[in-house]
């Protein structure tokens, strides 16, 4: 634990001058205030609003980051697009993004590590750079910042919707059109492993468009998301009583195939370098599971000029 003081040139609120002087986001300030590692004129402060009076003597104190000790790591994890920034990788299935008490495997952070990509934030937290995150058999693109200044740019984007994704997904039954759910998430209240669509959830939108049907009833649909909430794609599809193959959490039931995982994909990210300002998109491959239960269903030619990258963003309604 270092402890450092400063002197207070201006007037104004603490959060903001915190953030201003140790060249950080307006969030880490927050949170070593909130972590009570500020003080103003000896005594600790709390409160991010507290105004500060110029000449007022400003102290912080840092915790080290407690690091995470690398696991064995058998696997590796294909990599789209790197530079010194940021990092897009194609998440396979079966790999949880995050550590947990009850994941006792190797995660995608278990992986950073391994790679030397780890972000210490002044509050003693150690992040991983990972901007959003992909359910455990969801497979596809990942964003992950490199600095603490990308992340916080690339998580405003998320926020303001200049950066976003889209889906596919194999799907039990056609849709009857092309449609917007628009409808909140949160914890079914029966079911803690599921979510649901509740009153007081957090608000949630997905765009569904039709592009292949089979003769058998299985539908290749894209998603677009315009929130990101957690299980939203399969939520939201369930209230449409339609169910991504695979996904028996959420209903899909069949003795057709032996289907070892939720067929959803997040195939094409798109953002903008928080550095370049360069307008950026990532396509990512589908595994060769998806690809040839596909194959079974669908004639090729149509599957690739369906999921062009060039063309699959248009075309949503809602949008």
């Known amino acids: 634990m270092s402890s450092k003081q400063f002197i207070a040139l201006t007037a104004g609120r603490i959060d903001k001058i915190l953030s201003q002087k140790l ?5 880490q300030a927050e949170k070593l205030i909130k ?14 609003s507290f105004k500060v009076s110029k000449d007022d003597e400003v102290g912080y104190e ?13 696997f590796d994890v294909e990599i789209l697009y790197e530079d010194e920034y940021l990092l897009v990788v194609n ?12 994941v006792k495997e190797a995660t995608l952070v278990d992986w950073l590590v391994k790679k030397g990509i780890s972000l210490s ?36 984007q998320l926020q303001d919707k200049s950066m976003g994704r889209y889906y596919l997904a194999l799907i039990d039954h056609p849709l009857k059109e092309d449609v917007v759910v628009d409808k909140p998430i949160g914890r079914n209240p029966k079911n803690r492993l599921k979510m649901d669509v509740v009153p007081h959830g957090k608000p949630a939108k997905t765009a569904f468009k039709k592009l292949l049907t089979s003769a058998y009833g299985v539908e290749l649909i894209a998603a677009k998301l315009f929130t990101g909430r957690t299980h939203q794609i399969r939520v939201h599809l369930n209230t449409l009583g339609r169910h991504i193959l695979g996904d028996d959490l959420y209903g899909f039931k069949t003795k057709r195939d032996k289907i070892p995982r939720v067929y959803l994909h997040a195939y094409l990210l798109y953002l903008v370098h928080p550095v370049t300002g360069e307008k950026m998109e990532f396509t990512a491959p589908l595994f060769d599971d998806m690809k040839t239960y596909m194959a079974k269903y ?19 309604i809602g949008s």
């Open 35 to 48: 972590d009570g590692l500020v003080s103003v004129n000896g005594k600790t402060i709390t409160k991010t």
């Open 298 to 316: 669908f004639d090729q030619g149509e599957i690739n000029e369906k999921i062009n990258p060039l063309t699959l963003g248009s075309g949503f």
């Open 121 to 156: 934030t002044i509050s003693g937290e150690e992040r991983h750079g990972i901007v959003h995150r992909i359910d455990k058999g969801t497979t596809g693109a990942l964003v992950i910042a490199k600095d603490n200044k990308v992340h916080e740019a690339l998580s405003e």
């Open 62 to 74: 840092f915790k080290e980051a407690e690091k995470r000790e690398a696991v064995e790591i058998d």
């Open 91 to 102: 998440k396979p299935s079966g790999l949880v993004v995050h550590p947990a008490p009850s």
């Open 23 to 27: 060249d950080v986001s307006r969030n």
